[in-house]
């Protein structure tokens, strides 16, 4: 069975609701990561087979929003393509099925990943179909609706976070020192450019000029514990703020994967082989608990252990996932999110998962090889992981 290597990985900058990046749709920003994507595997829009593209926020966006991206990146029309939505673990499942399809022989090229722009979600006039009768109405926020409201309990994600970090015993200032920890690193990685091979540019059109918009938008340089210690919970009593949660943001992320062969036929580097993935289930409310699941399962397949992890990519949907994350699987955090995370960089949802196969093998091939994991937890109590080796150069 063929096996299937990563040869590009690119990404947008990501930047916050009504930020740097408002004026493109999610379709705009998916089109430029798989046009970065493509020109840096050194193949071309021409030799792509198929494409997953995640995306968990649709309403307004047009049907078929993987494909309006592959016909503005010269795919060819026969190549086809599907639009992915498993919320937040959209971008890797994304990437996992580009796996499956090379290793089933149904695709020599796949490019796979994801894309959000939340901004340009729309309120919904629920109702609206029916007609109004009688007395007031109200609109219904598409982020939270599609994206971030549990159907089954009909909570927010940070209210069911907050209760399940409260049952694992974990402290508001645990959580901050995180949150902390996550935009010192992120600051840092902009400074000396380690998120540099990752970054595509993003061109905003405003009237008569342009805007290029090249970093996150996120980082904190002024962040602090005592700035953290100073934000309201976002739920009375609880553990998590708009500090130690990832705000809601606007990005694109994905990755050419190729099998061996045609890697190796084309003259192609690879960044990373893909070992294995695999993906957990829980309770609705305790997708905190789905990641860390997912990736035991992952190593299990790959015929490894936690040991042999020399960096873990975990979302920050909140500081608590990651935590939690930690603590379950007894791994070194100085070896867990070495670049920042979703706290500092935002959680596009559509996007992250791809964001976090991307920075992880990028940092990897810097580092000089080694085994990564990325994981990444998702509405419905979900949770996805993926093992990548990267080689030594």
């Known amino acids: 069975m063929a096996r299937t290597v990563l040869v590009s990985a690119a990404r947008t900058p990501f930047c916050r609701l ?39 926020v649709q309403a307004g966006q047009m049907h078929a929003m993987a494909r309006q991206v592959t016909t503005r990146v010269g795919i060819p029309v026969e190549s086809g393509s599907e639009t992915i939505n498993k919320v937040c673990a959209s971008g890797m499942r994304a990437i996992a099925l580009a796996d499956y399809l090379i290793r089933l022989d149904e695709a020599a090229v796949v490019l796979a990943g994801g894309m959000e722009s939340m901004t340009s979600a729309p309120y919904l006039a629920l109702g609206a179909r029916q007609g109004f009768r009688f007395g007031d109405t109200q609109l219904v926020d598409a982020d939270l609706h599609d994206g971030l409201r549990d159907p ?21 200032e645990e959580l901050d020192a995180w949150a902390l920890r996550s935009h010192q690193r992120a600051v840092a990685a902009q400074s000396d450019g380690s998120f540099a091979a990752e970054i595509a540019p ?21 962040s602090t514990l005592e700035t953290l210690a100073k934000l309201g919970p976002l739920t009375e009593g609880g553990t998590h703020t708009a500090g130690n949660s990832p705000g809601v943001t606007d990005g694109a992320a994905m990755v050419i994967a190729v099998s061996e062969e045609v890697a190796a036929q084309r003259g192609l580097k690879p960044l990373a082989i893909v070992r294995s993935s695999a993906t957990a289930a829980d309770i609705t409310r305790r997708l905190a608990c789905a990641p860390s699941t997912a990736v035991a399962s992952a190593l299990a397949k790959a015929g490894l252990s936690v040991a042999d992890i020399d960096m873990l990519e975990v979302n920050e949907a ?21 670049l920042g995370g979703a706290v500092a960089l935002g959680h596009p949802v559509g996007a992250s998962g791809a964001r976090l196969v991307g920075t992880l093998v990028h940092q990897l091939g810097r580092a000089g090889g080694g085994i990564g994991v990325a994981t990444i937890c998702s509405g419905g109590g979900q949770g996805d992981a993926m093992v990548l080796e990267v080689l030594p150069a």
Not at 18 to 30: K, Y
Not at 40 to 49: C, F, H
Not at 159 to 165: F, T
Not at 321 to 337: E, H, S, W
């Open 202 to 222: 993003v061109t905003i059109r405003e009237r008569k000029q342009e805007r290029v918009v090249e970093q996150d938008q996120g980082p904190r340089a002024d």
């Open 152 to 172: 089954w309990t009909q909570r927010v994600m940070y209210d069911q976070a907050n209760e399940v970090s409260h049952e694992l015993g974990q402290t508001r």
């Open 318 to 338: 909140f500081a608590s996932i990651v935590l939690n994350t930690i603590k379950t699987l007894g791994i070194d955090p100085d070896r867990v999110n070495c």
């Open 18 to 56: 009504n930020g740097d990046l408002a004026g493109a749709s999610a379709v705009d920003l998916g089109v430029v990561a798989a046009a970065a994507a493509i020109e840096r595997s050194g193949l071309t829009g021409a030799d792509v087979d198929y494409s997953f593209i995640g995306a968990v």
